[in-house]
């Protein structure tokens, strides 16, 4: 159902045993929309999507997730000398919906032969996936999580590494795949990406701010996010904030 609130979280601390390193995180994700995390390395964008994924348990608070979440993952660390097909990687969102002892079989391929159609790759399925570009590679990712049949897709970084084309073509599906009734959540250091969002999440360990762009993202919000260090880009009518230690 458009609107329907796929993930939750009210008061939310998770971390890895120690002291939390996410806390205080109130946000939703609902079907259809686009929410955008923002923060430093080791701001806890990536803890919050292992949250998610039930992988971390939370240590305080309430986190609530309807449905499967596809994992969308950096390609940049994953393995690219595996010989397998872009058909295959698709293929192995299907584990996640089958017993331990059954393997994929025909339907499963037909599944992921299926998504790599939907997100413009049915044409390189028989192509080994560490030859594939970049942005060719995120999309076998996204193809992979379709498979799953997740209503809520989590990429991590994802635009990380891709050339402009590679990259407004996959911001071009993600936003398709929100038009289609999926929520997506983009862990991102783009300002001009998350502006485009429907709504952005500040963290830097807590959370910073939550709502729509043009009410979150000013410069005290930015400040608070990235520890004030920041710089203005020229030519960019003071709008595109990007922080300084990417520079």
């Not at 193809?143 to 049949?149: I, P």
């Not at 502006?195 to 807590?206: I, T």
Request: overall charge neutral; aromatic content about 4%; some cysteine.
């Amino acid at each position: 159902m458009p609107g329907e609130s796929l993930i939750e979280a009210e008061s939310l601390a998770a971390g890895y045993g120690g002291p939390p390193a996410i806390s205080g995180v109130s946000f939703s994700l609902a079907a259809g929309r686009r929410l955008a995390l923002l923060g430093p390395n080791g701001g806890g964008k990536t803890t919050l999507l292992r949250a998610a994924l039930g992988e971390l348990r939370p240590s305080a608070g309430r986190l609530s997730v309807q449905g499967r979440c596809g994992y969308v993952p950096q390609t940049e660390r994953t393995r690219l000398d595996y010989p397998v097909s872009a058909l295959d990687v698709a293929t192995m969102g299907a584990l996640s919906r089958l017993p331990w002892w059954r393997r994929t079989g025909r339907a499963d391929r037909r599944g992921a032969a299926a998504a790599l159609e939907r997100v413009g790759l049915g044409g390189l399925a028989t192509r080994t996936f560490g030859e594939l570009s970049g942005g060719q590679r995120q999309r076998v990712l996204i193809a992979r999580a379709l498979v799953q049949d997740a209503g809520a897709l989590l990429l991590d970084e994802p635009f990380s590494g891709l050339d402009r084309p590679s990259a407004a073509g996959l911001e071009a599906l993600i936003d398709e795949l929100a038009g289609e009734g999926r929520g997506v959540a983009i862990a991102t250091h783009d300002l001009n990406r998350a502006r485009r969002c429907d709504a952005v999440l500040c963290l830097n360990r807590v959370q910073v701010a939550f709502g729509p762009p043009a009410e979150v993202l000013d410069r005290e919000t930015l400040e608070a996010t990235y520890g004030g260090a920041i710089v203005e880009l020229p030519g960019a009518e003071g709008k595109a904030i990007l922080p300084a230690h990417h520079h």
